[in-house]
């Protein structure tokens, strides 16, 4: 199983991870981060396969996939 940490407070909410993932388990949060921003968040940890393709694709490198 593969372990995703999002930096909430430096994520800006672009989607380009959730557009990018595979199974579909990314979401923008409901909530706002420090700087104003709906921050990107993990829905299902165990459905993920550890692809990094959402960590790829963030412009601001905020995504870490441990595996």
Not at 25 to 30: E, R, T
Not at 42 to 64: F, H, K, Q, Y
Request: net charge positive.
């Amino acid at each position: 199983m593969a372990k995703l940490t999002f930096l909430k407070d430096v994520c800006k909410g672009c989607s380009l991870c959730i557009e990018a993932c595979p199974k579909n388990i990314i979401k923008l949060s409901k909530s706002i981060n420090a700087k104003g921003y709906n921050y990107a968040e993990l829905t299902d940890e165990a459905a993920c396969i550890g692809c990094a393709s959402c960590a790829r694709m963030c412009p601001d490198c905020v995504i870490t996939v441990e595996k």
